[in-house]
């Protein structure tokens, strides 16, 4: 079974910064695509970021210039570094990956989420 761990949300004020992280674990062959989703009150879950192993990371037209996605195979561990953040990235933070498991299956999996709430 693989298991996704999100961390790093908070509580920050308009113009903050938070890195979120996000760790893999379990029979993983090796991690295809990783991507960070969001999902706002009242509204449906939206992609933030992807980034697959090998190929072009895509941004939602919303964080562009703001929000950077990483990862690093190593650890199993990808990241998303959030700058200039505004009321409205107010949002519960999902994590997504999409895994060869050890059971030579291409397998898709969600982490439970991380709170990010952007106030004064």
């Known amino acids: 079974q693989v298991q996704l761990v999100e961390s790093g949300g908070g509580l920050v004020q308009p113009g903050g910064s938070l890195r979120l992280s996000c760790a893999a674990s379990g029979s993983i062959l090796s991690i295809n695509v990783v991507g960070w989703y969001r999902q706002a009150p009242g509204k449906e879950r939206e992609l933030v970021a992807v980034?697959?192993?090998?190929?072009?990371?895509n941004y939602a037209d919303s964080v562009k210039g703001r929000f950077t996605i990483s990862r690093d195979n190593a650890k199993r561990t990808a990241y998303l570094q959030m700058n200039s953040l505004k009321p409205e990235d107010t949002a519960v933070y999902y994590c997504?990956?999409?895994?060869?498991?050890?059971?030579?299956?291409?397998?898709?999996?969600w982490g439970r989420g991380t709170q990010v709430t952007v106030s004064s």
């Open positions: 997504n990956a999409d895994v060869l498991s050890g059971n030579f299956r291409r397998e898709n999996y």
């Open positions: 980034m697959p192993s090998r190929g072009s990371t």
